[in-house]
């Protein structure tokens, strides 16, 4: 079984943007580039949990999923080949890359990458934020955060990421403007979430969230400084019950920064439909509504 998002990976041509942008704006951590000098960002004391990777255009390029031990990435893997899904095991020099132990990849119906592992490396007490901060982020049994693919068919796109590899919905939101679905692997109230864009695969953002408002704050306030723009302003969504706003990135992508995320509890959790995303707040701005949401593609 998934136990959390462990870390992402994207490619562009403003790689070095992050150098700045991560740590000065989001309190994240530099960590050592990668071998492709990659800027690779540190969220907690989990060696790197974000990179970019140089790159000619804007790209997601992966997410990776932990598992809890060898024994149960190897019983999963051999789930998905029963399932028609037959994963890669990478070589050591990837693992090596990523910082794990073991790691099998594959490609969901619309080629989004995913990579199982176990064995994130880690060196305890290391984190040290980027900026002055309150706390750090929320990590650890809930992983790094959120991430929101844009899909073509959210109908299959739920077959396939919730029968197939096992995320548990939590809620969705559905309106005449608005149809996305949420699913979580863990206490965090989603991991994933899917958003319907017919004829397009993509990602949208990517959420982090501060252990204190104050930090929350206090990455709004920086905004003008870093010349970042706002997309969606402060507000509190429905269903998760977090205070947030969306930003942003040298990449293509947005991110969402969030506090107060609600916890779930599997075995008592009920999922619900809402109608609107938020109580109140997140409101598009100018810069969101002329800008593409996201990093998307057609499909084919």
Not at 32 to 55: F, K, N, Q, Y
Not at 97 to 118: I, M, S, Y
Not at 283 to 298: D, E, H, N, Q, S
Request: glycine share 12%; proline share 5%.
């Amino acid at each position: 079984m998934i136990q959390e998002l462990s870390y992402v990976g994207f490619a562009s041509p403003a790689v070095d943007e992050w150098r700045t942008y991560g740590p000065g704006l989001l309190g994240a951590m530099l960590a050592p580039d990668g071998p492709d000098g990659s800027v690779r960002l540190a969220v907690d004391d989990i060696d790197h949990r974000i990179s970019i990777h140089p790159g000619p255009e804007d790209e997601f390029r992966y997410a990776g999923w932990g598992l809890a031990n060898e024994t149960d990435l190897h019983e999963f893997v051999d789930a998905l080949v029963d399932r028609g899904i037959a994963p890669t095991w990478a070589d050591l020099d990837l693992c090596r890359e990523r910082g794990v132990a073991e790691l099998a990849w594959f490609t969901d119906p619309w080629g989004l990458r995913h990579e199982l592992t176990w064995g994130k490396a880690a060196t305890p007490y290391s984190f040290r934020a980027g900026r002055a901060m309150r706390g750090g982020f929320v990590t650890g049994d809930q992983g790094l955060g959120h991430v929101v693919f844009q899909v073509p068919d959210l109908v299959a796109a739920n077959r396939f990421y919730a029968d197939a590899l096992g995320f548990r919905l939590s809620d969705r939101i559905v309106s005449d403007h608005f149809d996305v679905r949420f699913y979580h692997v863990n206490g965090r109230h989603h991991s994933l979430a899917l958003a319907e864009a017919p004829g397009h695969v993509g990602f949208n953002h990517l959420m982090l969230e501060y252990q204190s408002m104050d930090d929350l704050g206090k990455a709004i306030d920086l905004l003008r400084a870093f010349d970042v723009p706002t997309m969606q302003t402060l507000g509190r969504h429905s269903n998760d019950l977090m205070t947030s706003t969306y930003i942003g990135t040298p990449s293509g992508f947005q991110i969402e920064l969030g506090y107060g995320g609600l916890v779930v509890d599997d075995l008592s959790w009920t999922a619900r439909t809402y109608a609107e995303p938020s109580f109140w707040g997140h409101r598009f701005t100018r810069t969101a509504m002329t800008t593409r949401p996201g990093i998307l593609r057609p499909v084919g």
